[in-house]
């Protein structure tokens, strides 16, 4: 392969849990991968850039925070600039927030939904724009979530953000498929990263039970009987990223172990 028959991706989030888990994926499928993640980690996402090109893989590290439109068009343009064009955007990056509805301030609602909703749309946006104008289609692929499908308490403000992301995943592919883009996202259930660890911390804090329970009872609801892992994820993200899911579009598919409400 030369290297401008090369696919290149975006993945936001990428220096840690799903993200770099999906990061590590594509480039193993054979992509470039422009590792973005906030300023504050940039010595993880540089580490995860960097075990990518130890591995013989393309890799750089770039800094982005999603809820900032301009920063996201800084990223598509960094990468262009550092590989040439853009064929996949896997807008990973999120925060969960975990309260009773009642409890909820809109400062807190605001924080999630600029982060998971608005930080979705601008990465669809950029990554469309870019496609569109290299006339090449592409796959943008966006985080939503179990939570996205159900509601959980105490995840009000994060579902809110997720159903949204299924929303707008919806559009995007309806609008944008004349242009060869297609948009889905992925659905993960329980997964095992420093998300869940501050889920469990809140949600116990909250019953007054020991630290871990949240997750147990969580985990004792999954069918395949395991926490998933960020590999599950990323081999799923690597179907959409592929050709291989050419014909699908608009879809927010559940990977959750077959969790069982
Ligand atoms: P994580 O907390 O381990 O990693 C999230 C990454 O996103 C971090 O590296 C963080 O720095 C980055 N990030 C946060 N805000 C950002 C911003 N404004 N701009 C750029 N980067 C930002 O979370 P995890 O578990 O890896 O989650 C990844 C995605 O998967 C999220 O969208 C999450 O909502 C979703 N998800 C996670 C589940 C889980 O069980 N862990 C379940 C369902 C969905």
Redesign the pocket.
Known sequence: MTSSDQRIAIV?????????GIAERLARDGLAVAV???D??RE?AESVAQGIEQAGGRSTALT????DPEQVNALVRGTVERFGKLDVFVA?????RVNPLLDMTLDELDTLV???LY?VFNSYQAAARQMIEQGTGGKIIG?????AHKGFEMLGG?SVT?WGVRGLTQVAAQEWAKHGITVNAY??????????E??DEKMTEQSGEERGTALKRFSESIALGRV?E?RD?ASFVSYLASRDSDYMTGQSVMIDGGIIY
């Open positions: 936001t989030g990428a220096a840690r849990g799903i993200g770099r973005a993640d906030l504050s980690m993880e982005v925070d999603v809820s990973n990056a999120g925060i969960a600029r982060v998971n930080g985080a939503a979530s179990i939570a994060y997720k659905c993960p259930g329980i997964v095992g990263t420093a998300m869940w501050l889920i998933e960020p994820v």
